[in-house]
Antibody
Framework: EVQLLESGGGLVQPGGSLRLSCAAS????????MNWVRQAPGKGLEWVSG????????HYAESVKGRFTISRDNSRNTLDLQMNSLRVEDTAVYYC????????????????WGQGTLVIVSS | DIVMTQSPDSLAVSLGERATINCKSS????????????LGWYQQKPGQPPKLLIY???NRESGVPDRFSGSVSGTDFTLTISSLQAEDVAVYYC?????????FGQGTKVEIK
C-alpha cells in the first residue's frame, strides 16, 4: 500500500523559511515522479512543483519559482520542499503526491496523495 | 498555461440519480504518440486529501466503484456518477498533467438534494 507521510509544516513569519519532507513507503520510490500540491484554506488545488524519478528534472509553478526548491533522496525514500522567502499567500495545506505512472524523466501522470501538512505564514 | 474550467460549480442530486460534472481544457491534452488524454479526476471529502478516481480521462483507479466513469469529446471531459450515493458527497476536481504547470479545475461541489 502506498503511504506518503508529510512533515515539517507549522507557523512561520513572512520572509521566513521552512522545509517540508515526505516519507514514502509501499512502492519503489526511485521509479516514480513526485509532486507537491497545495490547497489554501477553503480553496482549490494548486500544483506547486514536481521532480522526475531520478531527480534530474524539476519543475515549478511560476508563483514559487526562485523561492522553493524540490529535491529527493532515493536512498532514503524521501521528498523535500525547501521554501524560502515565504509569503502570506503561501499559507496552505501542502500535499506530497506520487505519480501513478512510472517514467524515467517525466512527471506527466495522475497522482496519489498523502495526508498533507499545514503551513501558516503570518506575523 | 492550460486553463481547466469546470461546470457547474455545485450541484444537488437526489440519491440514486445521475450526477454529471464537466471540465473543459483551454487546449488539447491529447498526446498524439500514445493517443491518451492526460486528464485525471479526483474526489475530496471534507477534511480529507483528494483521492484519485479516474486517469487517462476514462480509466478507473483500482478500488473505485464502477458508478464512477469518465469520458471525453475533444477538449471536453465529463465525470459521471451513475447512481449517487450518500458517501459521494464531496468536491470533485479535474487535473491536466499534459504539460507543466499542471493545472486543476476550480472544483465542483456535489450535494444530496
Amino acid at each position: 500500500e502506498v503511504q506518503l507521510l508529510e512533515s515539517g509544516g507549522g507557523l512561520v513569519q513572512p520572509g521566513g523559511s521552512l522545509r517540508l519532507s515526505c516519507a514514502a513507503s509501499g512502492f519503489t520510490f526511485s521509479s516514480y515522479g513526485m509532486n507537491w500540491v497545495r490547497q489554501a484554506p477553503g480553496k482549490g488545488l494548486e500544483w506547486v512543483s514536481g521532480i522526475s524519478s531520478g531527480g534530474g528534472s524539476a519543475h515549478y509553478a511560476e508563483s514559487v519559482k526562485g523561492r522553493f526548491t524540490i529535491s529527493r533522496d532515493n536512498s532514503r525514500n524521501t521528498l523535500d520542499l525547501q521554501m524560502n522567502s515565504l509569503r502570506v499567500e503561501d499559507t496552505a495545506v501542502y500535499y506530497c503526491a506520487k505519480a501513478l505512472m512510472s517514467y524515467s524523466s517525466s512527471i506527466a501522470s495522475a497522482v496519489q496523495w498523502g495526508q498533507g501538512t499545514l503551513v501558516i505564514v503570518s506575523s | 498555461d492550460i486553463v481547466m474550467t469546470q461546470s457547474p460549480d455545485s450541484l444537488a442530486v437526489s440519491l440514486g440519480e445521475r450526477a454529471t460534472i464537466n471540465c473543459k481544457s483551454s487546449q488539447s491534452v491529447l498526446y498524439s504518440s500514445n493517443n491518451k488524454n492526460y486528464l485525471g479526476w479526483y474526489q475530496q471529502k471534507p477534511g480529507q486529501p483528494p483521492k484519485l478516481l479516474i486517469y487517462w480521462a476514462s480509466n478507473r483507479e483500482s478500488g473505485v466503484p464502477d458508478r464512477f466513469s469518465g469520458s471525453v469529446s475533444g477538449t471536453d471531459f465529463t465525470l459521471t456518477i451513475s447512481s449517487l450515493q450518500a458517501e459521494d458527497v464531496a468536491v470533485y476536481y479535474c487535473h491536466q498533467y499534459y504539460s507543466t504547470p499542471q493545472t486543476f479545475g476550480q472544483g465542483t461541489k456535489v450535494e444530496i438534494k
